[in-house]
């Protein structure tokens, strides 16, 4: 069995953003040229995660969704804003395999045995993004990282599961962005409470990190946005028509990178996990 | 001619119906998502996807007028290829015991049961990519390389009465049935349309299988 590389995008509006600690969401590009990039460098799945869908209660996402499933064809996660099986429903007839839940789910609970009913558990993957409080406790957050909840992260993971979720997102949003590594301990604490497979998200700085959060966090998958998109920004050749001029473009037209970011190529990145001997799929291409 | 995808509210219909459409302009068909059941009688190919339990896979495809008469017809008795993916092949066996004992259509002999891996420590469902081994040759695994990765989400296997069927195997703690088939149909547990070049070899082989 393999450990996934699942590339995260964060989608806003038209533009695959990145922030920090989910703030400052800056423009890198279009969220399809890089989805069917990473397809090809061997990406095991994709995650779209619409960043402000939850704030202002927009879908704006569908048509990204649309075409990406058209031209990838490894599993495609949407997350962001949904709050009714309705909205569950019209990602998966755009073309998704399955759909993360958050914010509604903390709210409505209930909303995860409903969808896992009508869709498949496997369809249904709930999305934990905590804050460390100390001692080994951590909150879990809503709305894209802005609302805290009062619920400890580790405990309503277990309920989750419990309602029906057929996989768990787990992102730190202290460790988003910052390239410090992940939160091994909240990712360990939650893949020791559950049954069901848990992907890592939040802190990659390195491909060190990567392997850290698979031997030490026993993440069953890793969720990586900033390593390998700063990568990209960097290498590949960047027009006008990559993106659509909304939001902060001025670091994209730079060309920055991140100085935490030890940033890397998605297919770099298996060929050192393989060698630290983890079983990953080796690139295909299609 | 049609490549007919069934449509009985099964989850991710439309991503299966992607990579068809992907595949099928080669071929020069066409790809009908339905849940009519005449659409059936202009069929090349028949596919059924299936994402969720058993039983209510079964609920929802006998909740389609005319829909399990006109498939035994045209897979049956017409003999087009049929291709059943996920829960759409476990379907394909005498009885699911997923929550409860459930018939299946019954076209393969054989159960679908809980996975019980040899090793605990392998987390329920299997849930990712893992590698293939081919029981006997067939067509629709032309050019597939022993060892290839598919994608897999399941609970359940199906253990077939006569090996014969069993055409690939997956290992998760102790090996599993990956692909089933006889005559003209063939069922895989794994999901050739997330499946990336592997699935998209599998899928085009199946739109060219002369069965």
């Known amino acids: 069995m393999t450990v996934r590389v699942i590339p995260r995008l964060e989608i806003k509006g038209p533009n695959l953003v990145k922030g920090i600690h989910f703030e400052g969401l800056r423009v890198l590009g279009k969220p399809e040229v890089f989805a069917r990039h990473y397809y090809e460098e061997g990406a095991d799945e994709l995650i779209y995660i619409d960043a402000v869908a939850s704030l202002y209660g927009r879908n704006s996402i569908l048509g990204i969704v649309e075409r990406t499933a058209s031209e990838t064809f490894v599993p495609l996660t949407v997350a962001g804003g949904l709050r009714t099986l309705d909205d569950i429903r019209q990602v998966l007839r755009a073309g998704a395999d399955k759909v993360a839940l958050n914010t509604a789910a903390v709210k409505n609970p209930r909303l995860i045995s409903e969808a896992a009913h009508k869709f498949g558990s496997s369809t249904i993957v709930v999305s934990i993004e905590a804050i460390r409080l100390g001692k080994g406790r951590y909150e879990a957050y809503t709305d894209f990282g802005r609302e805290s909840t009062g619920v400890d992260a580790i405990e309503w993971a277990a309920r989750a599961v419990e309602l029906g979720a057929g996989e768990l997102l787990v992102t730190s949003i202290d460790r988003d962005g910052g390239g410090k590594g992940f939160d091994i301990g909240l990712t360990r604490k939650i893949a020791e409470a559950v049954p069901v497979p848990v992907i890592a998200g939040g802190g990659g700085g390195a491909m060190e990190d990567v392997a850290e959060v698979i031997g030490e966090g026993a993440a069953d998958a890793v969720s990586i946005a900033s390593l390998l998109h700063y990568h990209l920004i960097r290498t590949l050749p960047v027009d006008d028509e990559a993106f659509d001029a909304e939001g902060n473009i001025e670091f994209l037209r730079r060309r920055g990178g991140n100085k935490n970011i030890a940033d890397c190529g998605l297919g770099v990145l298996k060929k050192f996990l393989a060698g630290k001997g983890f079983d990953v799929r080796p690139a295909e291409g299609s | ?211």
């Open chain 2, 1 to 211: 001619m049609n490549v007919v995808i069934i449509d009985y509210g099964s989850g991710n219909l439309r991503s299966v119906a992607k990579a068809f459409e992907r595949a099928a302009g080669e071929f020069g068909l066409t790809v009908a998502v339905t849940a009519d059941a005449r659409a059936l009688s202009d069929a090349s190919h028949v596919v059924l996807p299936g994402v969720g339990a058993f039983a209510d896979c079964k609920r929802g495809l006998e909740a389609l007028p005319g829909m399990a008469e006109a498939l035994e017809k045209t897979v049956l008795d017409d003999g087009k290829p049929f291709l059943g993916i996920c829960v759409g092949m476990q379907l394909m066996a005498s009885v699911g015991r997923e929550h409860g004992r459930h018939r299946g259509l019954g076209w393969i002999a054989g159960e679908v049961v809980p996975l019980k891996p040899s090793d605990t420590g392998l987390k329920i469902p299997h849930m990712g990519w893992n590698e293939l081994f081919f029981s006997s040759a067939h067509p629709v695994f032309d050019g597939l390389r022993e060892g290839a990765h598919a994608y897999f989400v399941h609970s359940y296997a199906f253990v077939c009465e006569e090996s014969a069927h069993r055409l690939a195997t997956v290992d998760y703690g102790g090996p599993v049935t990956a692909a089933i088939g006889r005559d003209n149909m063939i069922g895989t547990q794994f999901h050739p349309e997330k499946s990336q070049a592997t699935g998209l070899r599998l899928i085009g082989n199946f739109l060219g299988w002369k069965c």
